[in-house]
Every structure is written in structure tokens, then in C-alpha cells.
């Protein structure tokens, strides 16, 4: 398994290396919103929000025996404050795809991110599902429904329209730490059919997050359950490709 790794790493760098046979895409998302908020009883507010607005890089090149490497780069741009956000900020990975799936290593959405964030009808505004599904956790504790460090993810090739995932995060916080006996390890698996319009999937997520706090009391583990039926219209994007 390690040399696997390896080989993702040694591909991303070759691939960056040789930029002149890559096709480099430059995308992102200008989402600015002026939001009133009020919730009926001792709070009302006007405010600017920047809804997930992002740039990024990505780039795939085919190196041999059926193999792609890709790699992407992702960061979040904030319009309403001043706040630094790091470049990676958002999903941001290496990974090889083949005959056999796709394998990433990183920092990225899990399954059950990315399921709640294909079928929700208010992503990245104020009726976002999310404030939801992430709980009332205490400020800087992680809750559900986020993007995970030390990503490492393997997605299987479509048999008749299904096709399964599986996240796992040895240590989900900001740097990682070998000494902890990764208390804060975390899995996400996922189920999914897509055939034309139709998207069904269903996903668990398991934290074992021994710093994690709700109502002052401390939580050994965390569990999540998420299922979701729905169909969908893909509407073409617009993006810009930067060929090097």
C-alpha cells in the first residue's frame, strides 16, 4: 500500500514536471450574496457572504499501462472579510485512475459530503442543508459534513450504474499526529447508482473524535446516516482552460 502512495506522489510530480503535455484548467466561483436574517425573536442582521466562491487548478495526463495521473489544487475566495484562507483550502489532491477506479490521497469532500452536497437544491446559500447537518458543535470542533486532511480515497469503476466509495482519515485534524494513537481517525463509505437523470446513494460516516464536544459533554465517537433519492438537470459551466 505504501508504494502505492508513492506512486501517486512520483505521477503528480511528473505530471506538474512536464506541464508542457498536460492540459492545465483554471475554474472557479463568484458567489456573493447580501442575506437578511432574522430568526423571529431577538436577532436580525444584514450580511455579505461569499457562498463558497473558489478557484482552482486541475490537470490530468495519461502516463502508461492505462494509467491517469491527476491532481488538483482548490482554494476558497473570500469577498466579505479579510480573512486567509490557505491556497488548498478546499479539495485539494493527487491520484492515479485506472481500469480498477480512482485512488486520491489529500484533502477533500468524503462520500457522505459529497451525497449531501449533490442533492441539495439551496447549495452554498443561506437554505444550505448543512447548517444541519453539521450540528451545534463548539466553536473550532469538527462536526459532520466537512472536508477532511490526510484524505486517503479509493472510488470503484460503474458496474450497470453503481459504483461505491470509501474515505478514510487517519488523522482528521489540522496536521496529523502519529503519537495520538489517531483518536481522531475518521471513515466514510458510500453507495451510489446513476443512470441519466437519476441519482440514488446512501452513506455512513464514523468519527472516532475524542476531542469533539456537544452541550459541554465529551464524545468518544460520532455516527452519521445519510440517504438520499433525487434527479437532477446539469446545467454547463463556465470555464477556462489553460493549455501549457
Given amino acids: 500500500m505504501k508504494k502505492l502512495f508513492v506512486v501517486a506522489g512520483c505521477c503528480a510530480g511528473a505530471l506538474w514536471a512536464s506541464a ?21 425573536d431577538d436577532y436580525s442582521a444584514v450580511n455579505v457572504s461569499s457562498n463558497a466562491s473558489r478557484i482552482g487548478f486541475r490537470a490530468a495526463r495519461e502516463v502508461g499501462d492505462g494509467l491517469r495521473a491527476l491532481v488538483q489544487i482548490e482554494g476558497q475566495v473570500n469577498f466579505d472579510n479579510e480573512a486567509n484562507e490557505r491556497f488548498t483550502s478546499r479539495d485539494s489532491f493527487a491520484g492515479l485512475e485506472g481500469h480498477w477506479g480512482l485512488l486520491r490521497v489529500g484533502r477533500f469532500d468524503t462520500p457522505n459530503k459529497a451525497l449531501r452536497a449533490r442533492t441539495d437544491f439551496f447549495g452554498n446559500q443561506i437554505g444550505d442543508s448543512r447548517n444541519i447537518v453539521r450540528g451545534n458543535y463548539v466553536k473550532d470542533q469538527q462536526g459532520f459534513d466537512e ?19 470509501v474515505h478514510y482519515s487517519p488523522e482528521s485534524g489540522a496536521t496529523g499526529n502519529a503519537a495520538d494513537g489517531n483518536d481522531n481517525d475518521t471513515i466514510s463509505v458510500a453507495l451510489s447508482y446513476l443512470a441519466g437523470p437519476l441519482y440514488a446513494a446512501v452513506a455512513h460516516e464514523r468519527w472516532n473524535a475524542s476531542r469533539a464536544r456537544l452541550s459541554g459533554v465529551s464524545l468518544g465517537s460520532r455516527r452519521i446516516m445519510t440517504l438520499a433519492v433525487c434527479g437532477w438537470r446539469r446545467w454547463p459551466s463556465r470555464r477556462a482552460t489553460l493549455t501549457m
Fill in 20 to 40: 508542457a503535455a498536460a492540459e492545465v484548467e483554471i475554474y472557479g466561483q463568484a458567489h456573493i450574496a447580501i442575506s437578511h436574517i432574522d430568526n423571529g
Fill in 147 to 165: 472536508r477532511l486532511n490526510n484524505g486517503i480515497a479509493y472510488r470503484t469503476p460503474s458496474l450497470n450504474g453503481f459504483f461505491g466509495e
